[in-house]
């Protein structure tokens, strides 16, 4: 028997409990679980529901408000179109990550861990790491504006308070993760009734909205750099871990129609949640496009509206639109940034027991996340202050972007795999459309590196020599980016996997106990539902 989650040590391993190689790890009856009724009914939606509004608040986290407010300033609704595709990727690509989880019992990090080689393994855990990074940036920065906007905390020290807040959330665990779930849904409804307000007061033309949201355009290497930030601030590679993670928390029917009913209710729920987060993102593009590019604008205003971010839109939307609207704002950026620092750290441990079979506290985890985008983010705002705190924001959401193949492509290679997945294989056209949305991301990627280096280099003033080293350095770090991905796409799989939705083995039915201890789901019964 497994000891009770406080009695469980803080640094633990999982692989002395698997009794076969490919077997997932078993749930002990001791845990509390979120069990599917053997039905077939409609209402089992509710017992779904959860992961995906989880997953969902990575869409509308601070660095995607810090995305949107320069795309609509600079762009005014020219890059909504952005938006819509990454929505309609982000839904195909997440209900990928769920059909993993729910059809294999195991978690995309563990099937990279059984899947590649030692050093590979090694190299992707580190990408994910990064990126975890990346995203927790963004929430430490967004936090400590929306702290200066309510109380006038200086920049730096509400960074400092960020290492501690999001501490005193988790402890809300304790109460199971449908508390936990509910309280992250009240924030997301939180954040979006202060921009559907928020958009009530700027009134955007809705002719040029559609317009921007049907055509598609980019005008120059500046439009490009903020296309790349917004789908990296919209498609982030921490989230596919996570979202075939959480799905494993619920214990469903082992019946092949209990895996496809599972497969469509997760479909149904993340096409929801990703709707209210695609409402919002509009939301903040159309107005902060309709405050700037309004002829009544101040000049002191305007100019704010050419290096906007998190903060200085605070003072121009209080300028412009009232003060109450730029306490929405506040609030809705401080729910933002405390609610995604919550999933970061579920999909930190959840990587780092996958990839490294190794699991810490969800406090230990947190802290250590936290240190890392602690640093930069301080040393930027002493340094740089708001506008360079809003830069820093920018480039983690470029970063997320560029390391998004890593985690995207094992997806879309293991959920077309047949010794994998069975009969839930992906159609050859999902396989078609997946792949062609993974190519335009790495496109895209691919461009601007190399558009920002003939730039960089054109307009240096290194002599001869100099650009000539620095060119072959940029060179050489695109091959090497792009031999990474050809490694990934060409390798092909070896790895099977027990299809737990076939088994008749009572043993291999989820939930995981490694996913429900970091959890502390409720326990749910049928009664529950009815």
Known sequence: MAAPPSQQPQFMTTGDIRTHPNDALIDNIEYDQIVVPDRKSWKNLFA?????????????????????????????????????????????????AANLGVVTGKHLSEHCRKEYPRVPNFLLWILAEVAIVACDIPEVIGTAFALNMLFRIP???????????????????????????????????TIAGC????????????????????????????????????????????????????VLSRKIPRSVYGIKEACRFYLIESGLALLVAFFI????????????????????????????????????????????????????????????????????????????????????????????AIVPSLVVALIGGSSG???????????????????LIPLLKFTSCKTKMGEYANSAAISVTTWIIGSLIMGINVFYLAEKLV?????????????????????????IYLASIAYL???????????IALSERPELATPREDIVSMQLPQRRTNDDLD
């Open 489 to 499: 796409v060409i390798r092909k799989n070896t790895q099977g996997t027990h299809l």
């Open 155 to 189: 920049l730096w020290c509400g960074v400092l308070i960020t290492g501690l807040s999001t501490l005193v959330l988790l402890l809300l665990q304790q109460y199971g993760v449908r508390k936990l779930e509910i309280l992250i849904t009240f924030l997301v409804l």
């Open 48 to 96: 779904y529901m959860g992961p995906g509004i989880l997953v969902s608040i990575a869409y509308i986290d601070p660095g995607n408000f810090q995305t949107d407010l320069q795309a609509g300033a600079q762009y005014k609704y020219g890059l909504l179109w952005i938006i819509l595709l990454a929505s309609c990727a982000a839904l195909v690509i997440q209900s990928l």
């Open 195 to 246: 921009f559907f307000v928020e958009l009530g007061y700027a009134k955007p033309k809705s002719s040029q909205v559609l317009r921007g949201l049907f055509v598609p355009h980019l005008e120059g290497s500046g439009a490009t750099k903020l296309a790349i930030s917004l789908l990296g601030a919209m498609v982030m590679p921490h989230n596919l871990f996570l979202h075939s993670a959480l």
């Open 281 to 372: 993102n509009v939301s903040v593009i159309s107005v902060s496009g309709a405050v700037c590019h309004s002829s009544s604008l101040e000049p002191d205003d305007l100019e704010s509206c050419k290096n906007l971010d998190l903060n200085e839109a605070s003072f121009l939307l209080k300028n412009v639109l009232g003060s109450w609207s730029s306490k929405l704002f506040a609030v809705a950026l401080l729910a933002s940034g405390q609610s995604s620092t919550i999933t970061g750290t579920y999909a930190g441990q959840y990587v780092m027991q996958g990839f490294l079979d190794l699991r810490l506290k969800p406090w230990i985890r947190n802290f250590l996340t936290r240190c890392l």
């Open 455 to 479: 730039d960089t280099l054109r307009h240096s003033s290194l002599n001869v020599v100099g650009i000539v080293f620095c060119g072959f350095l940029g060179v050489l770090a695109m091959l």
């Open 389 to 407: 705190a809003g830069n820093l924001i920018i480039i983690a959401s470029m970063i997320l972007s560029f390391e998004l193949p890593f985690a």
